[in-house]
Nanobody, 121 residues
């Protein structure tokens, strides 16, 4: 069984920074794309950033230049460094990962439980 566990959420003042981590554990043969999404109250879940196994990244326009996604393949962990946070970044942040449990098995997308980020003075 595969599990994604997020950490690093909390309350931060506008202009501040936070770093999220998401570690995958369990039966893992390989991981290709990993990413972060967020969902604000009353809104649909939206993409924040993704990263391939080769390190290629993609960002939502709203976070470009402020957020940085990275990963440690040896630790099966994806990170999201968030700088210059503003109140519009307030949301529950979810990580996901496409994981193959064993050789020859298909990739399956897994989601973390979500972590709350609140940007407020």
């Amino acid at each position: 069984q595969v599990k994604l566990v997020e950490s690093g959420g909390g309350l931060v003042q506008p202009g501040g920074s936070l770093r999220l981590s998401c570690a995958a554990s369990g039966s893992i043969f390989s991981i290709n794309d990993m990413g972060w999404y967020r969902q604000a109250p009353g809104k649909q879940r939206e993409l924040v950033a993704t990263i391939t196994s080769a390190g290629n990244t993609n960002y939502a326009d709203s976070v470009k230049g402020r957020f940085t996604i990275s990963r440690d393949n040896a630790k099966n962990t994806v990170y999201l460094q968030m700088n210059r946070l503003n109140p519009e970044d307030t949301a529950v942040y979810y990580c996901n990962a496409n994981i193959r449990a064993r050789s020859g098995y298909p990739y399956v997308m897994y989601w973390g439980q979500g972590t709350q980020i609140t940007v407020s003075s």
